[in-house]
Structures are given as structure tokens and as C-alpha cells.
């Protein structure tokens, strides 16, 4: 099952509790079962999805639940909260973009602002997860993965959180455009409106030396690339990896 449920902003500080603990002991509102999605919508002044999450664990009670009392800036309502049920929400993926505002998410099947726990219809659950991918940085390299897990057909990548938040990536193309940053190729001057927005995204500092304290810099550890370039960059010779200056180069060099 699909959830979409909302967080007040002024209430909590769900970006600090999700980066420290990595999950959310919520009120269980609703019948949630281990391994339903809940999409997590940002009240004012966001007023986004923001936050995509797989429920962990159900029915816990207060005296189960991460103490974040820090993290509430409404005191009396966290000593309130301390009653009923919980459920621990995970977090999978943070994003920050405009295609999930309420406006683009009520011409995509939301019919209003959600208010409690509702079930995701069809269509709005298809837009959803269309903009929680990753299309920015598919083809995830071996060595930038700490983890694999087979599910059938379905295949899971666990990595830093850091490492693969969209936000980062997102936040990086804002910074640097969407032209590859070794040959200069834009998806979209070649391929027209299929390649409008598409880049992938690599990591000057491999994910695999990257430790669980780490938090990317978008603008100084990501950098905009082509699928091809990108190949290039995680290709090893002598077991080492060339830098982007030195294949900008060759690639150069090659055109002469």
C-alpha cells in the first residue's frame, strides 16, 4: 500500500531527524503494514513531497520510540504525542523539487492539501515515483555501491543517504547546468525533448572511501557527466581511476 501523509514544519524538524537517525517514530495514523511507502508532504512554506519512506515497524508504543525531543519545537505538542501508537517510517529518498508542489501534484491526481494519512491513487502514485527516481545518475557503478541486494527482478542499492539524495544531485545540476562536464554533450541539443533534463551525476569522491559521517558538497564533490564520460571516470587502469581534468584531456586531444 501507498501512503501520503503531511509534516508540519513549524512543528518538527524532519530534515535533522531524518539525517541523524534515519527514520521517523511517527503517530499511526492510519493501518499501516511493514513494507507499505509513505510519501511524506511539507506544509508551508514548502509546500512539496518531499520525503519517500517504507514503514519499518508498527504498533510501537511510546516506550519503544527514538527520543527526539530535540527536534520538536513545540514541546507541549511532543509531551501530547506521547500516547497511542507508532510507526517507524525509514527513510528512503529526500527530494527537493518543484515538480512535486502542490500545484503540479493536483494536476497529477491530488485533489487537495493532504491533511491526515490517505491512500495513493493510481496516477498520482505513477507521478510520484516517476519523480522520486533517479534519472539523473542511472547506471549506478559497482564501486560506488556498499551493498546489493537481489529481489526477484528488482534490484536494491544501499548506500550512504548522503550520497544518493536527489536533492544533492538536483541542487548540483542547478549549479552546473546539464551539459557533460568532460565533452560538453546536452541530451536535449541531440535527442530533443526525450533527453530534456537528463544527466548523470558522479561523485569526484567515491562513494565507497566516503564514510558514514560524510555529507556531500554538491559543489565541490558533484559534477555533471554523460553516461559514456562517466563510464570513462570509473574505468581503472593500473588500479586507479583518471580525475575529469585529465580525461577532459584525452577527450579533447581526441578532437584535434
Known amino acids: 500500500m501507498k501512503w501520503l501523509i503531511s509534516a508540519n514544519g513549524k512543528m518538527y524538524n524532519h530534515v535533522e531527524a531524518f539525517d541523524e537517525f ?9 493501518n499501516y503494514e511493514v513494507g507499505d511507502l509513505v510519501y511524506i508532504y511539507a506544509t508551508k512554506p514548502y509546500m512539496k513531497v518531499m520525503f519517500k519512506t517504507i514503514v519499518e515497524k508498527v504498533n510501537m508504543s511510546s516506550d519503544e520510540i527514538t527520543d527526539d525531543k530535540k527536534y520538536w519545537y513545540d514541546i507541549e505538542e511532543y509531551e501530547n504525542s506521547l ?27 491530488l485533489k ?16 510520484l515515483e516517476s519523480n522520486f527516481n533517479d534519472y539523473y545518475s542511472e547506471g549506478v557503478f559497482p564501486e560506488e555501491v556498499s551493498e546489493t541486494i537481489e529481489e526477484g527482478h528488482r534490484r536494491t542499492i544501499i548506500v ?16 552546473n547546468g546539464l551539459n557533460c562536464a568532460v565533452c560538453d554533450m546536452n541530451f536535449e541539443e541531440v535527442y530533443g525533448e526525450i533527453g530534456k533534463g537528463f544527466i548523470h551525476v558522479h561523485h569526484i569522491v ?24 562517466h563510464a570513462m571516470l570509473h574505468k581503472k587502469i593500473s588500479n586507479r581511476t583518471i580525475n575529469i581534468e585529465k580525461l577532459k584531456e584525452l577527450y579533447q586531444s581526441s578532437k584535434r
Do not use: F, T
Open 112 to 127: 487537495a492539501a493532504p491533511q491526515g494519512p490517505m491512500k495513493v491513487r493510481e496516477q498520482l502514485e505513477a507521478y
Open 83 to 109: 500516547s497511542g501508537k507508532y510507526a517507524r517510517l525509514r527513510l528512503i529518498e529526500r527530494v527537493d523539487s518543484e515538480k512535486l508542489s502542490l500545484y503540479e501534484l493536483k494536476e497529477n491526481g
Open 160 to 175: 550512504n543517504k548522503y550520497e544518493r539524495s536527489s536533492e544533492a544531485r538536483q541542487k548540483c545540476i542547478e549549479e
Open 206 to 229: 567515491p562513494l565507497h572511501e566516503v564514510g558514514g559521517s560524510y555529507k556531500v558538497d554538491y559543489k565541490k564533490d558533484l559534477v555533471p557527466v554523460c553516461p559514456n564520460c
Open 22 to 30: 534515519g527514520y521517523i517514530d511517527w503517530r499511526q495514523k492510519a
